[in-house]
């Protein structure tokens, strides 16, 4: 599938900011089931210092730096990408989890060791005991390890509601839990924070989705966000990816960005202003489907 | 030495080394707590001596280990082959906060991994040293060592210049070389700097005390800004790129933008520099991953690997619960073993061992109890026997490592106490490496007291020149408020009765001008009681902005801001204002008497010995605006009172003015209204007198650094220039020309008002043009992506 996504951060401020650093993962990655056409990021004000680099998880990450008083910022990453779908994998045909997680701790493969580095606690992704137990009855005993990583999303999708106003960008694993409440950035964390308490190997994956409009009404532009979703390290298959906000597999209509050990790891625009004031943030995502 | 000397000889000694490490200021910010705090490594005075057999050893064992840890650093930020062939494990890397994934691929500047690491050594039961911890993030105490020699080679200067003990001075100069080199490679007159945490730091002394000596100035974070990929430091002329870091600030503060976003002590863009290979830094950001407990017990493979040779230092050794013997032995010996935390050492871990292993056996490590042989120390009670600690330090010089013969000698009630850290509750030695040859003298003392600025400039730092100007202020402020309270309390302390002192009512009136008022009586007469709760207020209530009280701890906290530009016998002088009111039921007068010494001996400190920069010319500003303030604030409150023009009034407004020397010398007649309002208002010749300070601020501002070179074009220099036009204008002879005291009241007391309003806006927009900073705040895009199915 081929799809255009336009990406817009835009903020305002009340007094004039003299210097914004930013950091900002919007270049999608080129991967098996993803080829990048085109990227293109456009910043105003034109910043004096552009800087692109692959990070320590393969992603590639500018920092520019608005040297100038400014009192607008907007940042727009315009990118054309061709998907396919992920060859299909049986749930139930892959390791029992617990194989899982012992091939993760002997490490014998290289990719089991790439691997092994998203099993452990992250800034953002804190393993706490009530996270546990709500793992576990995803997970019972001999389980097949993908099997149980879509029931729990299932349970996820079922048992929490999805609400804006519910979580921050600073929102806990632990709170999102006692809350039910949250985004797809939280439902994400919850999620890899289920399976890694069980010393699975799982990453957050920042991104798209394309979404459809329901039947007979036009497609709002600019009504699309920032995703987030989850993948799960299956061996002997590689990484599988799911969507715990929306319960289903990730496919064709979902546009990878990057990944990490969690949000803090790929946000996809953070930074630091000095001076500024308030400010006041407009984000707009526009995801296409062209030809 | 200690057997020669009597017990009092001894607490004479150690009293005198209390006190010289006091007067430099070696304290936990004394002005907050005085008592509630501890000092860090308080100096006891018996020294620790090694043999040069010994220090051979040491030093051969942390030059390997230096070497070691500095190779290890290189291939985790790179290519991270020791991780890849199985040499370390996983988890070292993976589970542990001090990797900082995001420095990784980074090659520092300098070329040096570790450019500065410390190991804290101690000797066995069974005489061997052993290393017990590692220290690479930003090793603490190299300051401590160095305030402790100098304290102890006076103490005992016939002892240490008899005997041949080795230098310190040649290892700082070593660490200099060597970082001026690796910077110089980059530009030529590279300019260095040291980052500190602030004053609110408990071992800001250690930062400042290294800045002057090793002549690198004291910045932090706020001065420092980064613009296209480079590290700059707010100077009031502009920005002035920075070549290199001494940091003192821990690895996860050191960049709000990369790292963590609550905090402001670090460089916002410090990484992107790094990355960018713009700056050296010392060490560089993540290499507290040397600090990991479990890395030492990795050190003996490593060693044979990627050295190939054995470990000369062992290290204290230890069991790893992340490996599966590790932790069954661990467990079956766990009653004498001590767990603790193996990658994390700031997070803490179940006390129950096996609660602690179950919850995340990769986060625990257990070791036996660490049994440090004891040293004599010089207690209260005579000698007692202490367990110690030394810290060594070690830098990169070129090609290799160079190791400060000497140290800091950690000692403490307990071992806990000891093993806990904490600079407050630890004591401190010298330590003293005795050498076989003779020992050349050599010192960088000549260097300690200057100020550190980068040399070739006159510029200074935005925040430097905000305190300095708010020093000025209060210093001034106080001794106006002193010399108005003490001629009060000077008339109370004699024989008369109050309502005998015609001045006294006059004076109590001029008390406004501080911000006292006190409450009269029908006939004008003070009640007894208000008038002793308000005097009493006015010296002594903390909470009171205009207390003399609360003043004097705005002059030290200033003071403390720019501790490093100010000379140890400037610091004397403020550390003696620190008990202001504390002793109580002490004799006012003789307080203030005091008090305004030590003001005075300042202000001449500070007038003779500080260089005539632009730090210099920011306190001096600061001085002359509040002075012109008080002036134009007494005569204000003096002119309408009824007692104007009265020889004893004129002369109680000579004497709070400053100014009775002046006009006797000048006049020698009686006491007459126009003479003393000429020489406290016009004569350009009374230092004290408003057009003097009006003439150096208008001297000061033009000499300010300027973008642009237009003379008064900014609106300070207008405003300087208008108000000292508007007091030359005065005609003092024609406002009393009718000879009657109420007269210069109506025509003077508009300009004094309109002056006084002119000077506060002077302040504030020299403020506004050099010295404004700005908050940083940082912002994120949330991730909200909304979709049905």
Known sequence: MRLRVSHTTAYSYSAPASLSQNEVYLTPRQTATQQVLSSELQLTPQPEYLHRRCDYFGNIAHVFMVQQGHRQLAVTAVSEVLTSAAPAVSPQATLAWEQVVERLGRHAAEDELAALQFSFASPMVVVEEEVRAYAARSFPSGRAVLAGALDLMGRIYGEFSYDKTASTVETSVGEVLASRRGVCQDFAHLAIACLRSLGLAARYVSGYLQTLPPPGRPRLVGADASHAWVALYVPDVGWVDFDPTNNMPVGESHITVAWGRDYSDVAPVKGVVMGGGTHTLEVRVDVVQLG | MVDEATPELLRQRQERVKRMRHEDGATYNPFDAPDGRGIPYALEMVPVPLTTEEWRHLEQGLMQRATLLERILADVYGPQQLLKSGLLPPELIFANPRFLPVCHGIRPAGGRFLPFYAADCYRGSDGVFRVLRDYGGTPVGLGYALENRMVISRIFAELYHGTQIRRLAPFFRAFQTAMGSRALSRREDPNIALLSPGPESPIYFEQALLSRYLGYPLVEGPDLTVRNGRVFLKKLAGLEPVDALFRHVDDRHSDPFALRRDTTLGVAGLIQAAREGTIDIVNPVGAAFVDTPLLSLLLPRLCRHLLEEALVLAGHGGLWCGEEEGRREALRRAAELHFMPALDDTAAIDPDPRRAVAASPLAVMAREAVMPSLVPVWSEGGLAMRPLLMRLFVCASEGGFTVLPGGLGMTAVDVETLLSGVPERLASKDIWVLSDEPVEPFSMMSGLHSVGDFRRSSDL???????????????????????????????????????????????????????????????????????????????????????????????????????????????????????????GGSDPLELLDNTLFSLSAFSGMAMEGMTRGLGWRFMDMGRRIERALHQTALLRFALPEEGMGRPYALEALLEVADSIMTYRARYRTAFMTAPVLDLLLLDESNPKSLVFQLERLAGHVDLLPRQNERRYAGVEARLALEMLTAARLVDITATISTGDASSPDRQLGGFLDSMAEKLLEFAQQLSAHYLTRVTATPHFSHCAGDHGP
């Open chain 2, 461 to 583: 730092p935005s925040r430097v020149a905000d305190n300095l100007l708010w020093l000025g202020r209060y210093l001034e402020r106080a001794e106006g408020q002193v010399r108005l309270l003490r001629a009060i309390f000077r008339r109370l302390a004699g024989e008369s009765r109050p309502e005998d002192i015609p001045e006294l009512s006059f004076l109590l009136a001029l008390l406004q001008a501080i911000g006292v008022t006190v409450p009269l009586s029908a006939d004008r007469r003070p009640d007894q009681a208000a008038l002793a709760l308000a005097l009493d207020e006015a010296l002594f209530h903390r909470e009171r902005a205009q207390s003399v009280a609360a003043v004097l701890k705005l002059v030290q906290t200033a003071a403390r801001n720019v501790r490093d530009r100010l000379s140890r016998d400037c610091w004397r002088v403020i550390d003696r204002l620190e008990d202001f009111g504390d002793g």
